[in-house]
């Protein structure tokens, strides 16, 4: 009974959480889980949160309520099995290091080849050719596949991404999507996404956190993505197909 009860424990437990700035309030009273070893998105209109949730929870930036843990532990004690690909990666793309260089970077210690060119390959990436480019000349949707490599180098349990899809087509949001699904699914790795395409969440993730400061809703997609909710959650004018492309 003792290893069901643990299968079944939440990853990341949120409780009470409100993080402000300046005396200016920007999420108020969170509480919320995270299932182990599925994929969760967090959504919700501009504006709402979504990235300062996301930091709080990685211990980016400092909380003034509340407490999340994850795996049981206090979050600075789950560094080591943390990956995460910020919304932005501050590196200057006209920078002259590669696609290798930059995994690299990611490693600790000495640099394993054999682990780079594993990872570029998970992430649907030609080690080879790939490997040898500069960053500058990767197209968006190359580029964020070379961030989930980078956050993958570790083989973190819990997998953070800040909008991976972002300035990406169609069918590069598609594809990402679906690369995430193999390593849920591959891996074992809890993920948490934020994303702003709720056609693509409601087809790829197990659970989603609906927020707008506050918290509007939390659970499986049937029940988070319900029109009741999405009117909520973006006014009453809202229309799913605004959303879709």
């Not at 209109?45 to 980016?60: D, E, H, V, W, Y």
């Not at 040898?132 to 980078?150: E, T």
Request: with cysteine.
């Amino acid at each position: 009974m003792q290893s069901q009860h643990h299968k079944h424990e939440p990853e990341i437990i949120v409780k009470h959480l409100s993080v402000g700035y300046d005396g200016k309030v920007i999420l108020s009273d969170l509480t919320f889980d995270i299932p182990k070893k599925k994929i969760t998105a967090i959504i919700g209109p501009n504006g709402s949160g979504k990235s300062t949730l996301m930091k709080a929870i990685l211990g980016i930036i400092p909380f003034q309520k509340g407490s999340v843990t994850m795996s049981g532990h206090p979050v600075e004690k789950s560094y080591g099995k943390i990956g995460y690909v910020p919304q932005r990666f501050d590196i200057d793309r006209s920078f002259p290091i590669t696609v290798k260089e930059l995994l690299s970077l990611a490693e600790r210690g000495s640099i394993n080849k054999d682990r780079m060119n594993e990872v570029l390959g998970e992430v649907g990436l030609n080690p080879v050719t790939v490997g040898r480019m500069l960053i500058g000349s990767l197209s968006g949707g190359q580029m964020q596949r070379v961030l989930i490599a980078r956050a993958i180098m570790t083989d973190p349990d819990i997998l953070f991404l800040d909008e991976p899809a972002t300035g990406i087509d169609v069918a590069g949001e598609q594809s990402i999507f679906e690369l995430l699904e193999h390593l849920q699914s591959d891996h074992d790795t809890t993920i948490v996404m934020i994303s702003h395409e709720v056609n693509l969440v409601e087809k790829h993730v197990d659970n989603v956190i609906c927020l707008n400061r506050g918290l509007v809703c939390a659970g499986p997609p049937a029940k988070a993505l319900s029109d009741k909710v999405m009117k909520q959650l973006y006014g009453q004018h809202y229309d799913r197909h605004d959303h879709d492309h």
